[in-house]
């Protein structure tokens, strides 16, 4: 079969003994960016962008892949020990995980986590391995009309990632595609907002907004509530002794939920905008809902936390299909991660799979190693990990902020950027502290051009008449599509009461057979 | 520490106060830069000559919705109907005072960056940061300010060879 022949190539490009150091690399710092207080994985994507410019293409986009799902994995150490996700994908593992802890079972919760992770991460790439090439066959038939579509579609998953607070939401984006519009217009030539300056010619560069917002704005927002005044209560891992490891039972308790978990995870994982965070919550309502015992959960099952985090890593491998396949950045880390294939001239999108095989196979099979790295470093560095969780913000904070200035001065030598960085920070401070949503802004400044660049050239082929998008069949069928999408937010919620109450009912059919039971 | 101030009156009594607060000035200032975006569009070419989309088309669709959108929000933000989120138990207060010193500090970093070079700029930023959030360990702060300084540049110089300014250390 041609996925095994491109999985072969791709692993075969993968095992250099550099490739294989970069993924441990990137494992390894997206664990420690997990850990950390008040970084998350999109921050910690933005702030080692700048490590991996010195890099080959296709070695800088392996290690940040590894980073984003070693940082997936990071957080819910913290969620276990101290009660804090490290960001949102992991609120669901702080619901039993710290219950476990506890009642002095870390050890035991954290290593069923890796297991989790391991399990739905190898699960993702197996199902990544079989969706994206049939979405990239698909969508290689598409012309300027449909990349333009699908372009708007992924703008309109903005709608799903900003929720409720639609307008602050689309007036993020709009400031996305404000930045975007800075610099030299394709089409004609002529300058745009770069008011005689040199260093604005090229347009502005991505990676001191991402840097800026993410890194240095969640900074900004943690010392504004007064994170440097924390004193972290932290439960203990304890070292190798037999209560390090789950018991039979956990490992009976925890198999179906990691299951179910991972593949629940792909799926939702998939669809632009739901991502980990709705995956993990889904999942756990899943579990709660289908448990013999839901009495138990809040209060320390370990099916409630071996259930979500399968589904927040297989949801971080389902993001990867709309990433590479259509260029649809899903969640602010993998927008971050899009920043970096265009960064190094990769254009993610139909092409991308046919262009570039082996850079697109060989990303793919990084995850399967890259998952093997992780659950070794999971289990056997833990406490190592749990350390870096110790660390207090108010050391952290001034040394990531120089992180972030000598990242950003490094990309083009320009301390313009660096302050452009700064300034975002602060925008970005303000954009979390009143409701706005910086994710948005990054994804409408990385989709804005791609936008206006596929827009142009369909007019150029009808003459400038819209009803082009119309007349293509394709194009009808993602014009539907795209309502769908609009329509999505308004029918999730009954679609997800309908399946809550048909979970319930087979929880309270269950039930009797529990008591039967001896 | 700021007080918790109560909540805007419930709609039943009708007496809505007008109030400007921090979140209206953002406001304020993000339509006072939306409306400059919008006005410099206004004078690009919507369409070229050849009847191609122009330069304009894109920035005048962005302002105009922006300045829209940003209009309500600020009269939104008038009527405080989007009300801030509640302190929970954990509430540390608020330190916008700390927060400026350590943008200000930032600032500063980067005007003096390359005046100072990487090293010697980035030791005096985190032996002074670490100085204001964490004073009970000054000598950690020193060992860590100029220890993590050095560790960073040789990253970033020696082993990716990132072209960081010496400055006042021509010997690096």
Redesign the interface.
């Known amino acids: 079969m041609d996925v095994f022949a491109d999985l072969g190539q791709g692993i075969l490009a993968l095992l250099t003994v550099a490739n294989v150091l970069l993924l441990a690399a990137g494992v390894t710092l997206g664990m420690i960016v997990g850990v950390m207080p008040g970084l998350g994985p999109s921050a910690g994507l933005a702030v080692l962008l700048?490590?991996t410019?010195?890099l080959d293409p296709t070695g800088a986009i392996i290690m940040l892949a590894a980073v984003y799902y070693g940082a997936m994995y990071g957080g819910t150490i913290t969620s276990v020990l101290i009660n804090t996700p490290g960001e949102s994908a992991t609120v669901a593992s702080t619901f039993d995980g710290y219950p476990l802890a506890r009642q002095g079972r870390a050890g035991p919760a954290l290593v069923i986590a890796a297991i989790a992770s391991f399990v739905a991460g190898t699960v993702g790439a197996v199902l990544i391995s079989i969706a994206a090439p049939i979405t990239a066959a698909v969508a290689s038939s598409f012309g300027p009309p449909e990349l333009f579509l699908v372009v708007v579609a992924g703008l309109l998953t903005l709608i799903v990632i900003i929720g409720r607070?639609w307008?602050?939401g689309?007036?993020s984006a709009?400031?996305g595609?404000?930045l975007a519009?800075v610099g030299v217009?394709i089409?004609?030539g002529?300058q745009?907002?770069t008011f005689g300056s040199t260093e604005l010619i090229n347009g502005i560069d991505f990676i001191p907004v991402a840097i800026g917002l993410f890194g240095?704005g969640e900074?900004?927002h943690t010392?504004?509530?007064?994170?440097?005044?924390?004193r972290i209560g932290y439960f203990t891992v304890g070292s190798r002794g037999r209560a390090f490891w789950p018991s039979r039972e956990d490992v009976r308790e925890s198999r179906g939920p990691i299951l179910r978990g991972s593949l629940l995870g792909f799926v939702v994982g998939t669809a632009p905008g739901a991502g980990a965070t709705v995956a993990s919550l889904m999942s756990y309502n899943l579990e709660k809902s289908v448990s013999r015992r839901p009495e138990r959960f809040g209060k320390g099952a370990m099916a409630g936390l071996a259930g979500p985090e399968a589904a927040n890593n297989a949801a971080s491998a389902g993001a990867m299909v709309p990433l590479l396949t259509l260029g649809i950045p899903g969640s602010a880390a993998t927008a971050v991660l899009i920043g970096g294939f265009l960064m190094w001239g990769l254009q993610p999108g139909p092409l991308l799979m046919e262009q570039n095989p082996e850079f697109a196979w060989g990303l793919i099979a990084s995850m399967y190693l890259g998952n093997v790295m992780l659950l070794l470093v999971n289990i056997f560095c833990i406490p190592a990990f749990a350390s870096i969780a110790r660390v207090?913000f108010?050391?952290l904070?001034?040394?990531i902020?120089?992180?972030c200035?000598?990242?950003t001065?490094?990309v083009n030598?320009s301390?313009i950027e660096?302050?452009i960085m700064?300034a975002c920070?602060?925008l970005g401070?303000?954009m979390r502290r009143?409701?706005m949503s910086p994710a948005a802004l990054v994804i409408a400044l990385v989709l804005?051009p791609l936008a206006?660049e596929t827009?142009?050239q369909t007019?150029?082929i009808s003459?400038?008449d819209f009803t082009i998008f119309v007349e293509r069949t394709t194009s009808r069928v993602l014009l539907i599509a795209m309502v769908a999408l609009v329509l999505l937010p308004a029918l999730l919620p009954r679609i997800r009461r309908a399946i809550a109450t048909r979970l319930a009912e087979i929880g309270r059919r269950r039930a009797p057979e529990r008591t039967l039971e001896p | 520490m700021t007080a918790v101030e109560p909540d805007a009156a419930p709609a039943a009594d009708g007496a809505r106060r007008w109030q400007v607060g921090a979140?209206t000035v953002?406001?304020g200032i993000?339509l006072v830069v939306?409306a400059g975006?919008f006005q410099?569009a206004l004078g690009?070419?919507w369409r070229?000559a050849a009847?191609?989309?122009?330069?304009g088309f894109?920035?005048r669709i962005?302002?105009g919705?922006?300045v829209v959108?940003?209009l309500?929000?600020l009269l939104?933000s008038l009527r405080r109907v989007?009300p801030e989120s509640e302190p929970d138990a954990?509430?540390?207060?608020?330190?916008?005072r700390?927060?400026a010193v350590?943008?200000a500090a930032?600032?500063v970093?980067?005007?003096v960056?390359?005046v100072l070079g990487?090293l010697v700029s980035?030791a005096l930023?985190?032996l002074g940061?670490?100085w204001l959030?964490?004073r009970e360990h000054p000598v950690l702060n020193a060992v860590?300010g100029i220890g993590?300084?050095t560790g960073?540049?040789l990253?970033?110089q020696t082993l990716?060879?990132?072209?960081?300014p010496a400055g006042v250390l021509p010997f690096l």
């Open positions: 700048p490590l410019f010195g607070n307008l602050l689309a007036l709009l400031i595609f404000a519009t217009d089409g004609g002529s745009r907002y240095i900074i900004l010392l504004w509530r007064g994170g440097h005044l924390e207090p108010r050391v904070a001034p040394v902020m120089l992180l200035v000598v990242g001065y490094s030598g301390t660096v302050m700064l920070g602060v401070f303000f009143y409701g804005g206006e827009l142009r007019m150029i003459g400038g | 979140r953002f406001f993000l939306l975006y410099l690009m070419e070229t009847g191609r989309i122009g330069p894109f920035p962005i302002g919705i922006g959108i940003t309500v929000a939104r989007e954990t509430d540390l207060g608020r330190h916008p700390t927060m350590v943008v930032g600032v970093l980067a005007a960056f390359t990487a980035g930023f985190l940061c670490l959030l964490n860590l993590l300084a960073l540049y990253l970033f990716l060879n990132a072209g960081l």
